[in-house]
């Protein structure tokens, strides 16, 4: 992560502690990630023909009433300084710091279509028996699965999708072979 984000990452992390409000800042900080990757929000904070106002703006109208108001304070004065670009990046490096402080994991989850909610909640509880931790995942579309999902916590991947299914298969049928 760059020093940038990881400024801004600990700042907010330390007014959500300061606060007492980790967990908010926490579901919050993942809802504006959510938004971030399903919507074109970056792209249109990254402009540098729309105008600063504009985006101060946009940013006021959908987070405004949703958000605690110390964060969307914080997302504003990066739009001031020239450092949205930082914003998602920030915001990922608080996520990760408030899972740390409060002991849970976090991981990705990789699937062909977007997981139900009770879908990740039995992945997570899966793997959170499993590692004996708690388990965090985000979820992520990856195109180039054919079915299932795979897993990826630290720096261990599970990998239950199709196609590692059929690479697992032609291993064994190429070993009874030979």
């Given at each position: ?5 990881s400024r ?41 023909m ?55 994991v ?7 279509k ?65």
């Amino acid at each position: 992560m760059d020093p940038i984000s990881s400024r801004y990452g600990e700042a907010a992390f330390d007014l959500a502690k300061s606060a007492k409000q980790e967990k908010l800042w926490l579901q919050q900080a993942k809802e504006v990630l959510s938004l971030f990757e399903s919507t074109g929000l970056d792209w249109f904070l990254n402009q540098v023909m729309i105008p600063l106002e504009a985006k101060k703006e946009t940013v006021k109208k959908l987070f405004e009433k949703e958000l605690a108001k110390d964060l969307v304070t914080l997302m504003l004065l990066m739009l001031d300084k020239g450092r949205q670009r930082y914003i998602q990046p920030a915001l990922v490096d608080l996520v990760a710091r408030i899972n740390r402080d409060q002991g849970i994991v976090e991981g990705i989850v990789y699937a062909v279509k977007p997981l139900k909610e009770e879908e990740k909640t039995i992945l997570e509880k899966t793997f959170s028996e499993l590692l004996h931790k708690q388990v965090s995942l985000r979820a992520r579309i990856d195109k180039n699965l054919l079915a299932g999902w795979k897993v990826m916590i630290q720096d261990r991947i599970w990998d239950g999708s199709l196609q590692s299914n059929f690479e697992a298969l032609k291993r064994e049928a190429l070993k009874e072979g030979a």
